[in-house]
Antibody
């Protein structure tokens, strides 16, 4: 069974930093493109970033470029999101999500349960 | 960025109803479209990918159609467990984007 478990969420002040982690199990992690998707309270889903199987390619939504960095550790089946210069509008539940079916443009088919990030003074 | 527009944003329905949700892309995306179901406090669940392919384990009352810019999700006979919010999402190019969601409520 594919299992994705996020951690690292919490309350941080505007301008601060936070690092999210996602522990993967039940599948060959290095075979999957991995993503972060976020959802503000009562709002819709927003794709944030993804990373290629070997970590050689990263893609980001414009609103986080230069502030967030996605990375992975295939040896330890882990995905990360380093978030710097946080803003109030980054407040959301952050989901770790995987693409099992192929390359860059394939469907996101596995999701974790999410971790809440709150940016507030 | 490609804009995904869902309609309606919400509506009320009864168990047994046939339900259709539409999703329009601001430019052609071929069949690079997925549909997700989300219940309060839960992660999204994949229902349909490649516009019309049913994800394993998803009941056959769910179906998807369309290509290019116009897509539909149909629930042939609404069940109690289907009351939820539904999202379309393209994976044609970056950034990946989602529709605003359609909340299916109990009438």
């Amino acid at each position: 069974e594919v299992l994705l478990v996020e951690s690292g969420g919490g309350v941080v002040q505007p301008g601060g930093s936070l690092r999210l982690s996602c522990a993967a199990s039940g599948f060959t992690f290095s075979n999957y493109w991995m993503n972060w998707v976020r959802q503000a309270q009562g709002k819709g889903l927003e794709w944030v970033a993804n990373i290629k199987r070997d970590g050689s390619e990263e893609n980001y939504v414009d609103s986080v470029k230069g502030r967030f960095t996605i990375s992975r550790d295939n040896a330890n089946n882990s995905l990360f999101l380093q978030m710097n210069s946080l803003r109030a509008e980054d407040t959301a539940v952050y989901y770790c999500a995987g693409q099992s079916r192929g390359g860059s443009f394939s469907v996101i088919d596995y999701w974790g349960q999410g971790t809440l990030v709150t940016v507030s003074s | 960025a490609i804009r995904m527009t869902q309609s309606p944003s919400s509506f009320s329905a009864s168990t047994g109803d046939r339900v259709t949700i539409t999703c329009r892309a601001s430019q052609g995306i071929g069949s690079y479209l997925a549909w997700y179901q989300q219940k309060p406090g839960k992660a999204p669940k994949l229902l349909i990918y490649a516009a019309s392919t049913l994800q394993s384990g998803v009941p056959s009352r769910f179906s998807g159609s369309g290509s290019g810019t116009d897509f539909t999700l149909t629930i042939s006979c609404l069940q109690s467990e289907d009351f939820a919010t539904y999202y379309c999402q393209h994976y044609y190019t970056y950034p990946l984007t989602f529709g605003g969601g359609t909340n299916v409520e109990v009438k």
